[in-house]
């Protein structure tokens, strides 16, 4: 069993739909847990972290960690097409820990 | 645009070659990251180097080595390629091995070995 698994899609929504993103993982001992973008053809970038379970807002983007279920969660509202792209959600066990990524789902938003 | 470069951004060799990709981190960043994402594996950590000493190590394969200069710029070395080898390449870097949850990408080098 993979550490963070992800379904790699392709989820098609859509444009204005609110879009849910799910991952799981298996170490109970990650406390820190990052939803990562990555366009075609680019790197990855850093779209949010959370820190143990909660919820995290930020403009559209809402994470969301459930440890009890090692549940991890990235809602998007009002979904735009620029919002096309894989995103990798990951976890880590400590700040200076190395992360762990899923393979990543990859999102089409539909004018 | 992370502040993280990479070169070259392609790469086409063939099979027992060996290459050298180069990383240079963002400004003021002290510790890089080097990641091989494959459509199979996904992205998966190799090595770690924190100003210029090698601090973990990932599913880097003895074939790989890599190094970190004083003036913080990385270099991933591949040996003996085989055809699996292909892959993207992404180094990373951040400020201190502390802020290792946030890491800024470079665009990366594909390989292709032919």
């Known amino acids: 069993q993979k550490e963070v698994e992800q379904d790699p899609g392709p989820l098609s929504v859509p444009e204005g739909a609110i879009v849910s993103l799910n991952c799981t993982y298996s170490?109970?001992?990650?406390?820190?847990f990052m939803w990562y973008r990555q366009y075609s053809r680019k790197g990855p970038e850093l779209l949010m972290y959370?820190?143990?379970?909660g919820n995290k807002e930020d403009g559209r983007f809402t994470a969301q960690v459930d440890k009890s279920s090692k549940y991890i969660s990235l809602f998007i509202r009002d979904s735009q097409p620029s919002d096309s792209a894989t995103y990798l959600c990951?976890?880590?066990?400590?700040?200076?820990?190395?992360?762990?990524f899923g393979k990543g789902t990859r999102l089409h938003i539909l004018p | 645009d992370s502040g993280v470069t990479q070169t070259p951004k392609h790469l086409i060799t063939a099979t027992g070659q060996r290459v050298t990709l180069r990383c240079s981190p963002r400004?003021?960043?002290?510790?890089v990251y080097w990641y091989q994402q494959s459509l199979d594996q996904g992205l998966q950590f190799l090595i770690q180097?924190?100003?210029?000493?090698?601090?973990a190590k990932g599913n880097i394969l003895e074939r790989f080595s890599a190094q970190q200069f004083p003036d913080l710029h990385s270099e991933l070395n591949l040996s003996s390629l085989e055809l699996g080898d292909s892959a993207l390449y992404f180094c990373?870097?951040?400020?201190?091995?502390?802020?290792?949850?946030?890491?800024?990408f470079g665009p990366g080098t594909r390989l292709t070995v032919t």
């Open positions: 170490n109970s001992a990650f406390q820190y």
């Open positions: 400004s003021g960043d002290l510790s």
């Open positions: 990373a870097s951040s400020r201190t091995p502390r802020e290792a949850w946030e890491q800024y």
């Open positions: 990951a976890g880590t066990m400590n700040r200076d820990d190395k992360i762990i």
């Open positions: 959370t820190y143990s379970s």
């Open positions: 180097y924190y100003n210029g000493e090698e601090r």
